[in-house]
């Protein structure tokens, strides 16, 4: 992300974690290019940090309904014939 900032790559930041050790990355990106939107996407559950963020920086929330039908299918062959399952948890 503060790569990206750095040498102009895309137009905005998308960072999904509520990590406070990315605060320092969040602050420098937002050092380095001031105008540049970056949104906090908090998975849900989980609420935004509660650190001092830049004014460029927004957070909201991933909803349950949302993260669900973003999940891959239970069951994945890989090319190989092999098999990967999704983790209980995750269903």
């Not at 992300?1 to 905005?12: I, P, T």
């Not at 460029?56 to 014939?81: D, H, M, Y």
């Amino acid at each position: 992300m503060v790569e990206d900032a750095a040498q102009r790559y895309g137009d905005l930041s998308v960072l999904i974690t509520t990590d406070t050790d990315l605060t320092p990355a969040i602050n420098a990106t937002a050092e380095i290019a001031p105008d540049r939107p970056i949104y906090l996407a908090c998975p849900a559950g989980r609420q935004p940090p509660q650190v001092r963020r830049p004014p460029s920086v927004t957070s909201f929330l991933i909803g349950r309904r949302q993260l669900a039908a973003s999940l891959l299918p239970a069951r994945v062959v890989g090319s190989k014939g092999q098999i990967h399952e999704r983790p209980d948890k995750w269903r």
